[in-house]
């Protein structure tokens, strides 16, 4: 049905009409028509964030918490500037965002006008794709497109620039199309073929692994159910990124625990000895691999993806699969059923013998205390008093992180939200706000370092605004922690920069938002504080006091193979070559 | 607890070596980029080409379908087999991009390019100019009594070998289009 409308009010029918409840934003000069027309309606809801970057990283924890698209709003100019942390964030992890941009009048762009900026150029590299609109009657049709690109295929970030002018201009409204009715429609079934020849495999594989990651998730939940029957039909032993966690369950009894960097010793080890790996939506990343040539070497690789540039990217695959994860795995169980259900049983008791081997080693281990908080307990408290609860986590990115994915577990899918591509500290305090936004009952955490907390601590104020009772779980080590390990362990414990000075009270901070405030030093008091942190209604800063000098165990070195593990403080000496300080 | 020994000095590989050893030699291919022509797409293709270190030998763009709005675009570019197989993918990607073809491995094809060529000076070196012209089947389209230009069309290494000769004849400037490509026999 075409209507005719201002640009900017179709900027609102359209985000009606795709399914849209909340926005996160921030107004200025560019955008003004169209915080007009928000005003004007109440279907749609504006969270004003206080930072752009926060709207960004609230709409990722909207969007990864829902399994829908987050929208943002932003001005011209450094409003758009602002929003590129997050797009570049979004971009790495596969998250799937609508950011819409004002641009100064068209008859102005190139004249370097009052909050001009090359907002299309700026983005390109960091958007999945983005467009200038130069005409409103161009707008609705290229506004459904944009929906249509951030979610189909390996979903990502797009970015429309909306000149004030398209957005006064009246032009002709029409409704979403058809997603069919689009050119561009990634291949979502997988090749028969193919798909027979890795059962095949399978079949015979003596020491298998599934190596999951955020692919699975993003495939929606049927990918996830889809991977529970297969991995327990099979026996076979799975494994995920930081990005999978919550795909297969934390409490399933083929689950090894996160790989990776600081992924678990049997997870890290069942990678390297294994004959065949089975990669589902994972991406070969540097933080996985270790030393590429090194990189389990006995085994055929399978790789199911949807994005044909990831397929031999870092590592060649023998069983390269394009598709999508749900489709594919989807075939893959019918093919096994039909062939028989067949698995080498007997090689499969064996690797799984050799894999409780390697579980003895309990890589977790550390060394508690009851003078001192150690970070790992903190979170064996968090993870104890919150279990079977409505629980969603975010993180910032640091130590914290890293022992935030070992020690919290996940049952389900959409629970866990971590910047893990581009490692962007600042982004679990307004992720936490985008996905308390979308599940209001729901407990939210957000565990942090002091330092990334910092970065965008500001969002205080959207989440007092808007009664979103977050809860800031600090574990406050006075250092940018995961530098100082490195710089421990790569520069000679010469810590440069690595203090965090001058940190404020914080609980005189929740206090002056009028939020509350809990510290904690002693271990004996930390149930009693947590369980205030969970039962007050509202948000909440807890400062965690924790070892300072505490490493994040276990570590693969970079420029070393899985094999070549670092698993406590004892067996650090020496370990990184100075070949390795070259890496991040 | 701690159940490894960890060699010291075991390697000097890194994460960021990326390639493996097989494979290593470094191919040229022509490319045809069929896209949608719309602002911004060539940004996009060389964006992607400076943004991850791949190299172009020679790039020409321009719109093929006026009434679809098409424009094919032709790179040629240089890599290892595994770095090519990254570049088609990568190009596959960007939304605007409809077809990606490497003509070097899709059968036989044709590339020409067209090239002006400015010759400056006199007495001899202008004579045996003109004769290499004519050997090489280049147009004179411009002359004066100090200068020619030629044109000349035909695979790169064609227009190479001319420009070599008319170095010491006095080759004052030189413009080129780029490669155009296209396949032999039926599409
Ligand atoms: C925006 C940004 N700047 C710098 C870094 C590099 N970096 C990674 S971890 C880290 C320290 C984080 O400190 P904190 O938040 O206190 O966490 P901790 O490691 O102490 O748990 C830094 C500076 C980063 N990841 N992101
Ligand atoms: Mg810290």
Partial sequence: ?584 | MNALHIKKGATSHSAYNLRPTYGDAVEQHTLAVLVDNEAGVLARVIGLFSGRGYNIESLTVAEVDHTGKRSRITIVTRGTPLVIEQIKAQLGRIIPVHQVNDLTVEGPSVERELALIKVSGGGDKRVEALRLADIFRAKVVDSTLESFVFELTGAPDKIDAFAELMRPLGLSEIARTGVAALSRGES
């Fill in chain 1, 1 to 584: 049905m075409a209507r005719q409308m201002t640009g900017a009010k179709m900027i609102v029918q359209a985000l009606k009409d795709q399914g849209v409840d909340t926005i996160f934003g921030y107004p200025g000069g560019a955008v003004l028509p169209i915080y007009d027309e928000i005003f004007l309606q109440n279907d749609i809801r504006h969270v004003l964030v206080r930072h752009e970057q926060a709207a960004l990283h609230a709409a990722e924890g909207y969007a990864r918490s829902t399994g829908k698209p987050g929208v943002a709003l932003v001005t011209s100019g450094p409003g758009a500037t602002n929003a590129v942390t997050g797009l570049t964030d979004a971009l790495l992890d596969s998250i799937p965002l609508v950011v819409l941009s004002g641009q100064v009048p068209t008859f102005m762009i190139g004249t370097d006008g009052f909050q001009e900026a090359d907002t299309v150029g700026i983005t390109r590299p960091c958007t999945k794709h983005n467009w200038l609109v130069k005409e409103t009657d161009d707008l609705p049709r290229l506004l459904h497109q944009a929906f249509h690109v951030a979610t189909s295929g390996r979903p990502g970030p797009v970015l429309l620039d909306i000149p004030k002018d398209v957005q006064f201009a009246t032009g002709t409204y029409i409704a979403p199309p058809k997603k069919t009715e689009y050119r561009y429609q990634p291949q979502l079934k997988g090749d028969l073929e193919e798909i027979t020849e890795v059962i095949a495999a399978l079949e015979t594989a003596k020491r298998p692994v599934f190596y999951t990651g955020g692919g699975v998730i993003n495939s929606g939940p049927a990918a996830s159910q889809l991977l529970r029957e297969l991995v327990e039909a099979t026996g076979a032993p799975i494994t995920s990124t930081l990005m999978g966690l919550g795909a297969y369950p934390a409490s399933g009894d083929k689950w090894l625990g996160m790989l990776g960097m600081h992924g678990l010793y049997e997870a890290n080890m069942a990678m390297h000895d294994c004959d065949l790996m089975i990669c589902v939506g994972a991406r070969f990343d540097d933080r996985i691999t270790g030393r590429t040539d090194a990189f389990s070497p006995k085994s055929k690789k399978v790789h199911i993806d949807i994005d044909p540039s990831s397929i031999n990217k870092v590592i060649h695959v023998d069983y390269p699969i394009i598709g999508d994860v749900a489709h594919v795995l989807e075939d893959m169980l019918k093919v096994w059923k039909a062939r028989g259900r067949k698995m080498d049983r007997e090689g499969l008791a064996k690797w799984w013998q050799k894999i409780d081997g390697w579980k003895q080693v309990k890589c977790l281990t550390y060394k508690n205390s009851d003078k001192i908080i150690k970070p790992q307990y903190a979170l064996e408290r968090l993870e104890a008093l919150t279990k079977g609860m409505d629980r969603y986590i975010t993180t910032e990115v640091g130590q914290h992180q890293m022992w935030a994915a070992q020690f919290l577990h996940f049952e389900e899918p959409h629970r866990w939200m971590t910047s893990g591509g581009l490692g962007t500290m600042g982004y679990g305090f307004p992720a936490s706000v985008g996905v308390q936004q979308a599940h209001p009952e729901a407990l939210v955490i957000n565990v942090a370092g002091e330092a990334s907390w910092l970065m965008n601590m500001q969002e205080m104020g959207t989440a007092m605004q808007y009664r979103l009772p977050v809860k800031q779980f600090i574990l406050n080590n006075e250092r940018l922690g995961m530098v100082r390990q490195w710089q421990q362990l790569l520069h000679g414990e010469r810590y440069s920069s690595s203090w965090s000075e001058s940190l404020p009270d914080f609980v005189k901070l929740a206090e002056a938002f009028g939020a509350k405030g809990i510290q904690c030093s002693d271990p004996a008091d930390l149930d009693d504080a947590i369980m205030e942190m969970i039962n007050y209604d509202g948000p909440v800063i807890f400062d965690c006091l924790v070892e300072k000098h505490e490493n994040c165990f276990p570590m693969i070195p970079s420029g070393k193979a899985h094999n070549e593990m670092l698993l406590g403080d004892a067996s650090t000496e020496g370990a990184i070559q100075s070949d390795g300080a070259v890496l991040v």
